[in-house]
T-cell receptor
Framework: SQQGEEDPQALSIQEGENATMNCSYKTSINNLQWYRQNSGRGLVHLILIRSNEREKHSGRLRVTLDTSKKSSSLLITASRAADTASYFCATAGGAQKLVFGQGTRLTINP | NAGVMQNPRHLVRRRGQEARLRCSPVKGHSHVYWYRQLPEEGLKFMVYLQKENIIDESGMPKERFSAEFPKEGPSILRIQQVVRGDSAAYFC??????????????FGNGTRLTVT
């Protein structure tokens, strides 16, 4: 399975600190995507990084991809209470579907 | 522009009844995916459809579950003779024409099915 696995499963930090979440996967990919899910809601797309890219930024988000280690990381800088959510990585490989990991539950304490 | 619309948001069924979950994708999107999520877990792929075609149903149980995406109207996920283990949140997602999953998926807010 090429399912992504996030680490840690849960993360609790103070507002203003940086939050780093990691994702590992097993097979080759075309791209890797990060999503956020607020409680009781659907997933919202954050960033898509292609297999030939190493780093991508969007506002306070920074995603890295290391295909040799089959891993990715999501960094949220200067965290805010509104960043409290679950974060999922998802991999797109040869099959025409996204395979999601179990997610990291991020809590930002005021 | 309306996003992915799912209804109902909440659905309660007794064991043995049928559940019908509806999904209207973003206008112009031709790929529809259904995922299932248990509490505190990730999303499990169920089925991928294009208009009038099931492309990949490898994640959907072969019995009691079916899905369609007709030429006109919403995509439907149908669960017959529901059991307690079917209780979960079911999410629909769509993406525009082109190579599947080369673009981000747009998700609905899900249907939460409770089987009593």
């Amino acid at each position: 399975s090429q399912q992504g696995e996030e680490d840690p499963q849960a993360l609790s930090i103070q507002e203003g600190e940086n939050a780093t979440m990691n994702c590992s996967y097993k097979t080759s990919i075309n791209n890797l995507q990060w999503y956020r899910q607020n409680s009781g809601r659907g997933l919202v797309h954050l960033i898509l990084i292609r297999s030939n890219e190493r780093e991508k930024h969007s506002g306070r988000l920074r995603v890295t991809l290391d295909t040799s280690k089959k891993s990715s990381s999501l960094l949220i800088t200067a965290s805010r209470a509104a960043d409290t959510a679950s974060y999922f990585c998802a991999t797109a490989g040869g099959a025409q579907k996204l395979v999601f990991g179990q997610g990291t539950r991020l809590t930002i304490n005021p | 522009n309306a996003g992915v619309m799912q209804n109902p948001r909440h659905l309660v069924r007794r064991r043995g009844q049928e559940a019908r979950l509806r999904c209207s994708p973003v206008k112009g999107h031709s790929h529809v995916y259904w995922y299932r999520q248990l509490p505190e877990e990730g999303l499990k792929f169920m089925v991928y459809l294009q208009k009038e075609n099931i492309i990949d149903e490898s994640g959907m149980p072969k019995e009691r579950f079916s899905a369609e995406f007709p030429k006109e109207g919403p995509s439907i996920l149908r669960i017959q003779q529901v059991v307690r283990g079917d209780s979960a949140a079911y999410f629909c997602a769509s993406s525009p024409p082109g190579f599947p999953v080369s673009s981000p998926l747009h998700f609905g807010n899900g249907t939460r099915l409770t089987v009593t």
